[in-house]
């Protein structure tokens, strides 16, 4: 039977498992939209609690419809007018996934020959996606998230992140610093950029495991973190004295960092 | 004398010109909106023809007041209520200029020391103006766009450029290929991000001049243009077999190119 009526409780639950991020960490769910996403989290192996789907794209994307709807928990049909309705993104492609966040793979430890991204207080959603996206092509082993760090399970990330969510491991920290303290003295190397005082990350070999730690948007990494890292480092800028985006900045250090 | 009606011919050009590549083209004028970049239009010599304000922004930010009023042809103060209908952000600063085209940095021609990125067909106002930004952070010498590529005088693209449309030099063309031929032939050095059968970038000596060629974000370079070039170039992924996004790229290969 199709679902057409917003008064659905699944409904519910997925217009808010899209708007609010506490609804997301009360229920440990969250919904990845799409067709390649959706087709993503069945691949990986997540958990699909419920697949939502319009008729026109069960037509369209037949061979996808299978596939996830073999994996999930439970499908249902919805009228197009209630997904478009749903939907956050522009053009709606008509698949909706509910995914359990505890199938999604967790990094919980760190291995002294591995190569990690440590992010502080990433505030941007698409900036958060596109280090995700970024971090799994270039073969990092897994992302640490401070606490400050936007949702990761938003769906801005999710979707900028190509799927990365689903197959990239990451941890939660509370406080990166403490974080940091206890990888340095386990004698884990990390990097902090910040460009004051710092080495060109050309001059560094990162042949060895390491961390690298990225900062704030605006404000970089803490001065308390900074100072818990092993040496701070920057990128060569021949431009004007201009930070770049973070994302961009991410993509630089995390090609050094793996190169 | 404070602007606040829709109907103020002013206001009916700045609609026009914030919403349509077309008006932008045909008059020669684009829009910059926020304290930060009307202030950079300033600083770097832009003819800023008019000058809206509101009395809020006006009273907190009265140092780029004076700056950006001394440097526009005209001012005048309009109602934040008309202003908040008018701009495009989400979180609306109350400064904005119009600008004349014609006076920000155009690329007349291409050194053969030079270092230059060339985009062709990007299509995401967002990933061409953080690659203006990455572009200008690390020190290229100009931008290359083909036709094909979104309106680099949008307010999106102008904003994530971080005005660097302001002070790093651009040439328009027709056709990328043709141009790559006409580098070429005059020995300029061609790279052409396209990862089948590439070179890996960290095996290029780039320490001479090069120009180098970045593709749409979801097709790459045309093949016409790739045949053009002097070399295949492309980033090692040692994760999964995954594009990155067309702006991480772009950073990744302009740094090489640059460092």
Chains 1, 2 share one sequence.
Do not use: H, W
Not at 150 to 168: E, N
Request: aromatic share 6%; glycine share 6%.
């Amino acid at each position: 039977m199709m679902i057409t009526s917003r008064d659905n409780e699944l409904i519910k639950e997925v217009s808010k498992l899209i708007s609010a991020s506490k609804y997301r960490k009360k229920s440990n769910c969250f919904v990845a939209e799409g067709v390649r996403l959706c087709r993503d989290a069945a691949s990986s192996g997540a958990l699909i609690k419920s697949f939502l789907y319009t008729s026109e794209a069960a037509e369209k994307y037949n061979e996808e419809l299978c596939i996830i709807s073999k994996a999930a928990a439970s499908s249902a049909e919805i009228s197009r007018e209630l997904y478009d309705r749903l939907s956050d993104t522009g053009s709606p492609q008509g698949f909706l996934c509910v995914i359990d966040m505890n199938s999604t793979p967790r990094l919980n430890e760190i291995s002294i020959s591995g190569k990690y991204a440590a992010l502080e207080n990433i505030q941007d959603p698409s900036n958060l996606g596109t280090i995700l996206r970024t971090a799994e092509a270039l073969g990092v082993d897994g992302v640490i998230l401070s606490e400050g760090c936007c949702d990761i399970f938003s769906p801005k990330v999710v979707r900028g992140s190509m799927g990365a969510v689903f197959r990239l491991p990451f941890m939660q920290v509370k406080s990166m610093a403490d974080f940091v303290r206890i990888q340095t003295s386990s004698g884990a190397v990390c990097y902090a950029s910040a460009p004051r005082d710092a080495e060109d990350i050309e001059n560094i070999d990162f042949s060895g495991g390491a961390i690298m730690l990225i900062g704030n948007e605006g404000n970089g990494l803490k001065e308390e973190t900074i100072s818990c890292c092993t040496k701070r480092v920057k990128i060569n800028m021949k431009g004007r004295a201009e930070s770049l985006n973070a994302a961009a900045a991410a993509a630089i250090l995390l090609y050094r960092l793996l190169s």
